[in-house]
C-alpha cells in the first residue's frame, strides 16, 4: 500500500524556515520577489517623506502623506518582527547593522507622536536600499562588498599607524608655521596653524589662511607635496589586503544570519549551525 500523504499542519520550525528562506535569501524566487517588493516600498516610502518636506505640497496633500506614513511604517514593522521571528538568535539581528538600520526605520514615525519634526528622520530608510546588492542574486557585488570589508579589517591596524603619523606631521607643521608666520599673518594660535595643516595637507586649500613670509611659503609648498604623496599610501595598504579574494555565495545563516560563505559551505562559518537545514 502507498503511504497515505501527510496532511499535518506545518510545524513552527519549518514555519520559521520558509520564512527565513524567502525574507533572508535571494537564491529563490520568493526570495527575489520579496527582495524587490521590499526595495520598491522602500523607495516610496522615502519619496513620500521627501514630498511631505515641501510646504506647498504638505498643505494640499498632507493627510494623504501622513496616511501613506503610517502604511509603510506599520507595514515594515511587521516586516521587522517576521525577521525577528524566524532568526535563531533574534538578539544578534537585532544588534547587527541591518537589524538596527531596520529598527531605526521604523521609530521615527512612532517618535512623530511626541516629537512632530522626527518623522523626517525617516530618510534613514534610504540605508535599507543596500539590501539591493542580494538581489537577483548579484553574488559578484556581494563578494566585493564582503571581499572590502575584511580588506579594511585586516589593514586597520596598518592604517591607525599611518593616521597617527600624519596626525604627528600635522602638529609639527603647525608648530613651526606658528613659529614661522606669527599672529600677524593670521596664525594666531597653534590649534589653528594645525587647522591650516590640515586643510594644505589634505590638498581641500579653504584659502582662509595662508602664508605671507617666502619661508612659510616655501613650507607650505612642502606639506603640498607631501599632501599629494599621502593619499595613495592608504590606498596602497588596503589594496595588498585584497590580493587574497575568495567567492562566497548569497547565503544566509537561519541561526545567526551571518554572512560571507562559500558556495560549498555546508555549516555557518560563525556559529556552527547547518546553512540548509532542509535540503
Known amino acids: ?28 524566487p520568493a526570495g527575489k ?3 524587490l517588493l521590499l526595495i520598491f516600498s522602500i523607495l516610496l516610502s522615502v519619496i513620500v517623506v521627501m514630498l511631505d518636506s515641501v510646504a506647498a505640497l504638505q498643505i494640499e496633500y498632507g493627510q494623504y502623506f501622513y496616511t501613506l506614513e503610517w502604511f509603510f511604517t506599520l507595514l515594515f514593522t511587521v516586516e521587522y518582527l517576521l525577521r525577528l ?48 546588492f542580494r538581489v537577483l542574486k ?35 607643521f603647525g ?11 593670521g596664525f594666531t ?15 581641500v586649500g579653504y584659502g582662509d589662511i595662508s602664508p605671507q613670509t617666502d619661508l612659510g611659503q616655501a613650507l607650505a609648498s612642502l606639506v603640498m607635496i607631501i599632501g599629494y604623496g599621502i593619499i595613495a599610501i592608504p590606498t596602497g595598504i588596503v589594496t ?14 537561519p541561526h545567526c544570519s551571518a554572512e560571507g560563505h562559500t558556495p560549498a559551505a555546508k555549516f555557518c562559518n560563525k556559529c556552527g549551525a547547518e546553512l540548509n537545514p532542509e535540503g
Not at 544578534?92 to 523626517?120: C, M, N, Q, R, W
Request: hydrophobic letters at 45%.
Open 240 to 253: 595588498a589586503e585584497l590580493t587574497a579574494t575568495r567567492q562566497i555565495s548569497t547565503q544566509n545563516c
Open 1 to 28: 500500500m502507498e503511504p497515505m500523504p501527510d496532511s499535518r499542519p506545518p510545524t513552527s520550525q519549518s514555519l520559521r524556515l520558509r520564512l527565513h528562506e524567502i525574507i533572508f535569501e535571494a537564491d529563490t
Open 189 to 203: 594660535s597653534i590649534p589653528r596653524s594645525i587647522y591650516w595643516a590640515i586643510v594644505t595637507m589634505t590638498t
Open 85 to 132: 521571528f524566524c532568526i535563531g538568535r533574534p538578539l544578534k539581528y537585532a544588534g547587527s547593522f541591518y537589524g538596527v538600520v531596520d529598527l531605526l526605520s521604523i521609530l521615527p514615525t512612532y517618535l512623530s507622536i511626541f516629537l512632530p519634526s522626527g518623522k523626517y528622520l525617516l530618510v534613514i530608510r534610504i540605508l535599507r536600499l543596500l539590501r539591493v
Open 138 to 172: 548579484l553574488v559578484q557585488y556581494v563578494g566585493e562588498a564582503n571581499t572590502l570589508w575584511r580588506a579594511l579589517r585586516s589593514s586597520r591596524r596598518k592604517v591607525a599607524v599611518f593616521l597617527l603619523s600624519v596626525l604627528l606631521m600635522m602638529v609639527i
Open 175 to 185: 608648530s613651526v608655521m606658528y613659529i614661522v608666520e606669527g599672529p600677524e599673518n
Open 33 to 35: 520577489l520579496f527582495d
